[in-house]
């Protein structure tokens, strides 16, 4: 079960995230206004693809059972749709800034990563 702050922190993240690609995709007013829409619905697929994978390697190590062949599947899942979602980005933003989007979300990936382990070492 979702503790009562988790909801603020996801918002807090999603809000730091947004402000992150707006500045790495130096997106104007127009620009931002199609990609929004889309990367939201692009990000609302990709967590219930986690969400399912999360689902099956449990229950694959509730049943005793590998999970890499499921792995494999939820892989190619995200794959297709990450292309999918790159062929969308093509319609609402010039070519460079659609295939910096990825790009830019591992490197607020990292950065959310750093931040962690820097607050966590502060505590130790």
């Given at each position: 079960?979702?503790?009562?702050?988790?909801?603020?922190?996801?918002e807090?993240?999603?809000?730091?995230?947004?402000?992150?690609?707006?500045?790495?995709?130096?997106?104007?007013?127009?620009?931002?206004?199609?990609?929004?829409?889309?990367?939201?619905?692009?990000?609302?697929?990709?967590?219930?693809?986690?969400?399912?994978?999360?689902?099956?390697?449990?229950?694959?190590?509730?049943?005793?059972?590998?999970?890499?062949?499921?792995?494999?599947?939820?892989?190619?899942?995200?794959?297709?749709?990450?292309?999918?979602?790159?062929?969308?980005?093509y319609?609402?933003?010039?070519?460079?800034?659609?295939?910096?989007?990825?790009?830019?979300?591992?490197e607020?990936?990292?950065?959310?990563?750093?931040?962690?382990?820097?607050?966590r070492?502060?505590?130790?």
């Amino acid at each position: 079960m979702a503790q009562p702050g988790d909801r603020a922190k996801f918002e807090k993240i999603e809000a730091l995230n947004a402000e992150f690609l707006t500045k790495s995709l130096d997106l104007n007013k127009e620009e931002a206004q199609g990609f929004w829409p889309v990367y939201n619905t692009y990000r609302q697929e990709m967590n219930k693809l986690f969400k399912e994978r999360h689902a099956a390697r449990k229950r694959a190590k509730d049943e005793g059972s590998p999970s890499s062949v499921n792995g494999l599947n939820f892989e190619t899942r995200m794959l297709e749709t990450k292309k999918r979602y790159l062929s969308q980005f093509y319609q609402v933003l010039p070519k460079s800034k659609a295939d910096r989007v990825y790009p830019a979300e591992r490197e607020f990936r990292e950065h959310l990563i750093n931040q962690l382990k820097e607050r966590r070492e502060k505590r130790d």
